[in-house]
């Protein structure tokens, strides 16, 4: 899968001092028990187990009710990760975190991504800002893991029309990136054609988003 940054777009959630996007997805520097059954520690990512459920038991343990919950029966639905993102917002905001008064919005390029914006705070409270991130970051993962990426119709045909004009192949019958473009497109030579495609056609389209996540 390549994975490109071109104007407006964010590929991972950053701490950072100043203005930024959070998209939330696949990121966090949750640390890790190995002691813990059924965990298994990753070094640069979130908390993963062996099944959900061991991830229920496990957060339940730790007073993670939402995110016990939520694990219970296997699976993310799009409202259980809605109220998990939204959730972890407010955590975030007690760690000294602001974020935009406009309500999170579903990423047009795949729906398994939600986008809003919010400030770091200038001196991060680090230790509550991975607090935050251990109640989410694997139910983060397994929603986007389970979830098959659907594109905007819209955005969709304006993709295909504008790699046509490129000259960029793509495949017909597709209902995300990965499969109108083929799997080895990020490493194409067509790879910033296409970024910019979906770039510019989705800033033209949703003018209201403040940023997209490209991924293929």
Same mark, same amino acid.
């Given at each position: +899968?390549?994975?490109?940054?071109? %104007?407006?777009?964010?590929?991972?959630?950053?701490?950072?001092?100043?203005?930024?996007?959070? =998209? &939330?997805?696949? *990121?966090? /520097?949750?640390?890790?028990? $190995?002691?813990?059954?059924? =965990?298994?520690?990753?070094?640069?990512?979130?908390?993963?187990?062996?099944?959900?459920?061991?991830? *229920?038991?496990?957060?339940? *343990?730790?007073?993670?009710?939402? +995110?016990? #919950?939520?694990?219970?029966?296997?699976?993310?639905?799009?409202?259980?990760?809605?109220?998990?993102?939204? $959730?972890?917002? !407010? /955590?975030?905001?007690?760690?000294?975190?602001?974020? %935009?008064?406009?309500?999170?919005?579903?990423?047009?390029?795949?729906?398994?991504?939600?986008?809003?914006?919010?400030?770091?705070?200038? !001196?991060?409270?680090?230790?509550?800002?991975?607090?935050?991130?251990? #109640?989410? %970051?694997?139910?983060?993962?397994?929603? #986007?893991?389970?979830?098959?990426?659907?594109?905007?119709?819209?955005? &969709?045909?304006?993709?295909?029309?504008? &790699?046509?004009?490129?000259?960029?192949?793509?495949?017909?019958? *597709?209902?995300?990136?990965?499969?109108?473009?083929?799997? %080895?497109?990020?490493?194409?030579? !067509?790879?910033?054609?296409?970024?910019?495609?979906?770039?510019?056609?989705?800033?033209?389209?949703?003018?209201?988003?403040?940023?997209?996540?490209?991924?293929?």
């Amino acid at each position: +899968m390549g994975e490109l940054n071109t %104007d407006r777009i964010v590929i991972t959630r950053l701490a950072t001092a100043g203005a930024i996007v959070v =998209v &939330l997805f696949l *990121a966090g /520097c949750s640390s890790t028990n $190995a002691e813990v059954a059924g =965990v298994v520690p990753t070094p640069n990512g979130p908390k993963l187990f062996e099944t959900p459920q061991k991830g *229920a038991e496990w957060a339940r *343990a730790q007073g993670f009710d939402l +995110m016990a #919950q939520q694990l219970d029966d296997g699976t993310i639905s799009a409202e259980e990760y809605e109220a998990s993102f939204v $959730a972890h917002n !407010s /955590c975030l905001e007690k760690t000294g975190w602001t974020f %935009d008064a406009a309500p999170a919005v579903w990423n047009p390029v795949d729906h398994v991504k939600l986008i809003r914006q919010g400030v770091a705070p200038q !001196s991060p409270d680090i230790a509550g800002q991975l607090l935050c991130d251990e #109640q989410f %970051d694997y139910v983060d993962f397994l929603f #986007q893991t389970t979830t098959t990426p659907k594109m905007d119709l819209p955005l &969709l045909s304006a993709v295909q029309s504008c &790699l046509e004009e490129k000259n960029v192949p793509y495949f017909t019958g *597709a209902i995300n990136l990965s499969e109108l473009v083929g799997p %080895d497109a990020g490493s194409s030579s !067509s790879a910033n054609l296409i970024a910019d495609c979906v770039s510019t056609q989705a800033k033209r389209l949703y003018p209201e988003i403040p940023a997209i996540s490209i991924a293929f």
